[in-house]
């Protein structure tokens, strides 16, 4: 038996289609599950994937502005991986204070071969990238807000996540406390 | 980090996660539950399965005939999804057919023998709904089942079903 396509060249993409359309189908079970669109992007934000490694990545990092900086290149190598063509995500928008910026991806290897049907506009389907950022910086005791204001599934030109520091948290407290 | 641990998390955590709603609305799980919720992960399964087979297949001739499809799904599908082939591919020529892999890419994290053989099924419902979607989408009806003796070896069972 002999299949003449390129699988060694493809391999990767095509791990990253098993990934992403792993992630649709997840979506799209949460939709059926939860009636409103609020429901679904709560869900998406409580589920745990790759923290650890976010978070061991970020350990060391002596203030937010190198913080950003590892978080943007975790996410190139990520889309590396993917095989998504584009750059790292760049680090832009900081506030004055220097404790909010925004990180811009050119490519959203989520949103592959997907397009949001008019009755969920208040989806936010990449919901889990913002989960996963907040519980890695949780694990490196920063609390920090994570929200998309930019994204290509809804038409933008870019996907941008903006995230703002809030305080750091500390040991002895509970940490669901902002 | 490789994209395949990416999809082995994602898959852990939608497995955690469809049996967790379960429980929550109910509490105590009875077979009927347990029933839902592979039912569930099979049906998530079936729409990948479908949609891979469709990419990886896009340029392909088309098959012979169904043992060449399953030959495909043993070797390129399985490579593409589990990372490897099915070792062992066995048939009664009469629309039965049993693939064995020895070292299943998603069980290989679970255990190495017999220890949480009862945690097992909840993890195969997902690449149970993939083969039946890949084969789906390849022109046959099929049912699939997995069961596994000792980690991470397990064998997949399809079922052609004749109109």
Redesign the interface.
């Known amino acids: 038996?002999s299949?003449?396509?390129n699988?060694t060249t493809d391999?990767?993409k095509?791990?990253?289609?098993?990934?992403t359309?792993?992630?649709?189908?997840?979506v799209?079970?949460l939709c059926k599950?939860y009636e409103n669109d609020e429901e679904v992007n709560k869900?998406l934000d409580k589920?745990?994937?790759?923290e650890d490694?976010l978070a061991r990545s970020i350990g060391r990092c002596q203030d937010f502005r190198e913080t950003a900086d590892v978080i943007a290149k975790?996410i190139g190598?990520?889309q590396a991986?993917?095989n998504v063509s584009g750059v790292t995500p760049s680090v832009t928008n900081w506030s004055p204070a220097g404790d909010e910026f925004s990180l811009i991806l050119e490519n959203n290897p989520l949103v592959d071969?997907v397009e949001l049907p008019d009755n969920h506009n208040t989806l936010i389907y990449s919901n889990l990238l913002c989960g996963v950022l907040r519980g890695a910086l949780e694990m490196v005791q920063m609390a920090v807000d994570v929200r998309f204001v930019q994204d290509t599934l809804r038409g933008d030109n870019v996907t941008e996540i903006r995230m703002k520091f809030i305080k750091r948290i500390e040991e002895n407290l509970p940490a669901g406390d902002e | 980090m490789t994209d395949e641990a990416l999809f082995e998390f994602l898959h852990m955590e939608i497995v955690s996660h469809v049996y967790k709603e379960q429980q929550a609305s109910k509490g105590e799980m009875d077979n009927k539950d347990r029933a839902a919720c592979v039912s569930v992960l099979e049906g998530m399964g079936f729409r990948v399965g479908q949609g891979l087979i469709e990419r990886l297949t896009r340029d392909s001739p088309s098959f012979k005939d169904e043992l060449d499809i399953m030959k495909f799904i043993c070797k390129d599908y399985w490579t593409k999804v589990f990372r490897r082939q099915v070792d062992n591919l066995r048939t009664n020529h009469q629309g039965t057919y049993v693939l064995q892999d020895n070292k299943f890419s998603l069980l290989t994290q679970l255990s190495g023998g017999k220890q949480y053989l009862d945690q097992a099924p909840k993890y195969l419902a997902f690449s149970c709904g993939m083969v039946r979607g890949a084969l789906s989408n390849l022109g046959l009806d099929s049912v699939v089942t997995a069961e596994v003796s000792v980690m991470p070896s397990c064998k997949f069972q399809v079922v052609i079903q004749k109109l």
């Open positions: 038996m299949r003449q396509s699988r391999s990767k095509m791990n990253s289609e098993l990934f359309l792993t992630y649709g189908a997840l799209t079970q599950d869900q589920m745990r994937l790759i490694f975790v190598k990520f991986n993917q071969f």
